[in-house]
Structures are given as C-alpha cells and as structure tokens.
C-alpha cells in the first residue's frame, strides 16, 4: 500500500507538468475557500498532490522509511485507513487555523505533510527509542525527533499568525499529528494493552 501511496504521489506531481494548471489548482489545492465553493473532495486529492520535485522527494522519502513498518504491523487496508484520516484531519487542520489563526481563507495547501506528521506520531509512539536522523543526520530516539517536529511546527505557526509568510503548511502537520495520538492511544494502544493481559 505504501508503493501504491507514492506512486499515486508521482503521477499527481506528472499532472502538474502536463495538464492545464487552472484544473490542477482547482481541484488538488485545498483551502476553506475551495470548501465553501463546493470542492470537498480537494480534502482528499491534495494529500496526493505536490508541484515541486524536492517537497514530493522529501515527503515520498520520508514515507517510505516510517510508514512501511506501520503497514506491516497495521495491515494495509488499515494502514492505508489510517493515513488517509491522517491527511484529511491535516487538510482540515490547515482550513481550521488559515482562517481563524491566520485570517487567510483562500490560502491554499497540497502535499502529504499531513498524512506522513501522523505516521511519525503513531511510529515515535510504538518505538519511541528507536534512532532516527533528524535532517538526515542527526541520530535521535524517534519521540525526542517527533517533540521536535512538533514544537517546530507550533513555533512556525505562531509565527504566521504574526505575519511570518514562511511557506509551510504548519496547520496541516498539527492536523495530521493530532490524528496520529488520537489513534495510537484510542485504537492502538489498548489493543498493544490487551495482549500483554
């Protein structure tokens, strides 16, 4: 499922070269004014949608290194479950503070920031001292790297509402990481708890 993930990942990232752009940026960029004119589904085809190489390398890559081993322990139907609620909470995250925080409406997302922040959450959870490398190369127990993304992203979006114009989409990563302890310590957690009874 992951494969299928990334590859649906690349072939949104082929349409943005080759097909007209107006179409592309009204139906795979989401924001609260795309929902009020009625485009609900850009909840969803903006989790799949990236218009430059390094944000779709970034995110596939980290996809692939964490989000394998949640599907071998999830199963892909359920993992698959999983990463779109993750994206879609990560869409409505960026709605939510774009227009209250932000007081930004059309300010528009893509990418799968959202979905892969709670991967990282679910994964740092379950194995929170395995070492992960923080940008590449800074050896860290994986919950300590996670603290850090978080705290990143609650800094970077205080700053915005202060009028940082950073183009990062901290509210989708916040949206997407609540999801991810929503579902570890709702679902995974007393499931992991019933088996050592």
Not at 45 to 69: K, P
Not at 92 to 120: E, K, M, R, Y
Request: hydrophobic share 55%.
């Amino acid at each position: 499922m992951v494969d299928l993930i990334i590859r649906l990942n690349i072939v949104v990232f082929i349409f943005w070269i080759f097909i007209d752009t107006d179409f592309m940026v009204d139906n795979f960029l989401v924001s609260s004014r795309s929902l009020s004119e009625g485009r609900i589904w850009t909840l969803v085809t903006s989790i799949f949608s990236h218009n430059m190489f390094f944000h779709l390398l970034l995110n596939m890559f980290v996809l692939y290194g964490f989000a394998r081993i949640l599907e071998e322990i999830l199963g892909p139907k359920n993992f698959f479950i999983f990463y779109l609620i993750s994206g879609l909470m990560g869409s409505i995250g960026h709605c939510l503070t774009s227009s209250f925080l932000l007081n930004d409406p059309g300010l528009q997302a893509l990418g799968a920031s959202g979905a892969i922040s709670g991967v990282l959450v679910v994964f740092s959870l379950m194995f929170p001292m395995q070492l992960v490398f923080l940008l590449g190369f800074l050896p860290l127990p994986a919950i300590l790297a996670t603290v850090l993304f978080i705290g990143s992203d609650v800094w970077g979006l205080i700053a915005q509402s202060k009028g940082s114009r950073i183009p990062i989409g901290y509210g989708a990563h916040l949206g997407g990481a609540l999801s991810g302890f929503i579902y570890y310590f709702l679902i995974l957690k007393p499931i992991q708890y019933k088996r050592t009874e």
